[in-house]
């Protein structure tokens, strides 16, 4: 990985980086401010918000009822994958009653992470169906949270109906080393995927 230190908008005033858009989604509660925090080279953008009486018998907390902080608007972050390449990383709310903000944060993506738990994997269809709507290509990362059940990659597969090209990966959104491997897969496939696809004239 480059330097924190290196402008990703130039190399002696010369050279423009690719500048790509990448969401990480989910479900409420899955990982995805952790995620972008551990793997961006800044400091991290947060919209987060105690959770209050309010959110009471609108949000779903089963399974995450510790959780006291919620993404109400995104999460923003940037990694500077070389000098031709910086991701720029969008994490999306996961209650529904913020999903109205996806449709805006998923103009010019290039790809998506639907971040996924295995004590809630249900909560992954509502993403899944979204991105699938929009024909824009994602990956499953399943986070690994301490405690939950263990499933293979097929497993999961089999459970949220995905087809055999749509990538499924187990991870650590704790872990930069972790989440850094998510986004290379991400990365490898889109780039398989524009390769493989034809251009129509």
Excluded at 77 to 92: A, E, H, S, W
Aim: net charge negative; charged share 20%; hydrophobic share 40%.
């Amino acid at each position: 990985m480059a330097s924190e230190n290196f402008d990703p908008t130039s190399v002696g005033g010369q050279h423009l980086a690719a500048s790509v858009k990448i969401l990480i989604a989910g479900g409420f509660g899955v990982g995805k401010t952790t995620m972008v925090s551990s793997i961006s080279e800044i400091a991290p953008l947060r919209t987060e918000e105690l959770i209050t009486e309010v959110s009471s018998g609108v949000d779903d907390l089963s399974g995450v009822e510790q959780k006291s902080t919620t993404t109400v608007a995104l999460d923003f972050g940037r990694i500077t994958i070389d000098n031709d390449l910086v991701l720029y990383l969008f994490g999306t709310p996961g209650q529904d009653r913020f999903w109205f903000l996806w449709d805006e944060l998923c103009r010019g993506a290039l790809g998506a992470i639907v971040l996924a738990d295995t004590r809630r994997l249900s909560n992954s269809f509502a993403a899944v169906d979204f991105f699938e709507r929009r024909a824009l290509p994602f990956l499953i990362a399943v986070n690994c949270f301490d405690g939950a059940p263990r499933y293979t990659v097929e497993e999961v597969r089999d459970a949220l109906d995905l087809g055999p090209n749509t990538p499924v990966i187990l991870c650590d959104a704790r872990d930069r080393p972790s989440a850094k491997a998510v986004l290379t897969h991400l990365v490898e496939y889109l780039i398989d995927r524009a390769t493989r696809t034809p251009v129509t004239t």
